[in-house]
Nanobody
Framework: QVQLVESGGGLVQAGGSLRLSCAAS????????MGWYRQAPGKQRDMVAS???????VYVDSVKGRFTISRDNAKNTVYLQMNSLKPEDTAVYYCNLRPRIYYPNVYWGSGTQVTVSS
């Protein structure tokens, strides 16, 4: 019902910046939370940041002050501006969409690689 396509990943040196984008398409319920998760090899997938259609934002502590999440509801797109990148940020970043309903389906993109070199 919903497709998510990420873009903007790449290779950057420590201290650099990247901007990720995720465009959603399909049958999108208006009330929803969109977010970014990341997963490194051998580790679990963890939430990085999320934002509701009304602009309520949550960040994981490790990216607070460095990353900024935003969204354009008219374009069904969520962004993640990543500044002051660290090698520990290296992971595959996945876009996520969760309709704010009972028993929601959860949708995932296929991921985009972010690599931060020392």
């Amino acid at each position: 019902q919903v497709q998510l396509v990420e873009s903007g990943g790449g290779l950057v040196q420590a201290g650099g910046s990247l901007r990720l984008s995720c465009a959603a398409s399909g049958s999108i319920f208006r009330l929803n939370t969109m977010g970014w998760y990341r997963q490194a090899p051998g580790k679990q997938r963890d939430m990085v940041a999320s934002i509701t259609e009304g602009g309520t934002i949550v960040y994981v502590d490790s990216v607070k002050g460095r990353f900024t999440i935003s969204r354009d509801n008219a374009k069904n797109t969520v962004y993640l501006q990543m500044n002051s990148l660290k090698p520990e940020d290296t992971a595959v970043y996945y876009c996520n969409l969760r309709p704010r309903i009972y028993y929601p389906n959860v949708y995932w993109g296929s991921g985009t690689q972010v690599t931060v070199s020392s």
